[in-house]
């Protein structure tokens, strides 16, 4: 029996970097476990949309499938959107079986590929204990949301960094410019953002100019195709049928 088809529903942007970035993601996750179909569908603005990925799957054939949030934290996307159109577009699909893997945040693995950007923008291990950092997310107006970035910004603080502080580009305070200045004004010395979020777009273009006006000195490319993304989507995935298996041997 082939494994379980693994489609992956990222948001959507009319940035076309956006989809570009997606998509070089889920080509890395493809390559790294070979024989296993992965497909990618779009919320918004980008095409293929869920409902056409989805009938494209079972227009082929695929009967099993793991639908995986390309999302940081359980917001309203997650716990609303992703749900609601997995249900309209399997409800005329009686033959295929898909089930939801988690989102991907938080994780180890994330804050690895936040080190691995800021690496490439440039900081040094040597910088680490005189610089504050400013994790800086897209935002969202459930608390649940906000509360996981606030968490992984006091776990992340744990591994030396002078300071790791939580900013969003919508929806919630401080904005990435307010954070910077806020330390700034502590005195610290060297300030670098990082952006948590997986691909450019609107909301990542926000984060980068608040970054530039505030004067931070370093600015960590997106997530984007890092290989501990990567990494994690298939952790996700294996999970995903896991739990299924386990849910069978109990029943």
Do not use: C, N
């Amino acid at each position: 029996m082939p494994a379980p088809a693994l489609l992956v529903i990222a948001h959507g942007s009319r940035d076309p970097r956006h989809a570009a970035t997606v998509h070089a993601l889920t080509r890395r996750v493809a390559a790294a476990r070979p024989g296993l179909r992965v497909d990618t569908a779009f919320l918004d603005f980008t095409a293929p949309s869920v409902p056409q990925a989805v009938g494209r799957l079972a227009a082929d054939g695929v009967r099993d499938v793991v639908a995986l949030p390309l999302l940081l934290t359980r917001a309203f996307h997650a716990k609303t959107d992703i749900p609601a159109v997995l249900r309209e577009s399997t409800a005329g699909l009686p033959s295929l079986w898909l089930r939801t893997a988690e989102v991907l945040g938080p994780s180890p693995l994330l804050t690895a590929a936040l080190e691995r950007r800021l690496s490439e923008a440039g900081l040094r291990p040597a910088d680490r204990s005189s610089t504050g950092v400013v994790l800086a997310s897209a935002g969202s107006s459930d608390p649940e949301a906000g509360a996981a970035i606030a968490a992984v910004a006091r776990e992340w603080r744990r591994s030396g960094w002078y300071a790791v502080r939580p900013a969003f580009a919508s929806a919630a305070l401080p904005r990435t410019e307010d954070a910077v200045r806020a330390l700034r004004a502590e005195g610290v010395r060297r300030i670098a953002v990082a952006p948590y979020v997986i691909a450019p777009g609107f909301l990542p273009d926000r984060i980068a100019r608040g970054a530039r006006e505030a004067g931070a000195d370093l600015l960590a490319p997106v997530l984007g195709a890092a290989p501990e993304v990567a990494e994690l989507l298939l952790r996700r995935y294996d999970r995903a049928l896991l739990a299924d298996a386990r849910q069978l041997m109990s029943a």
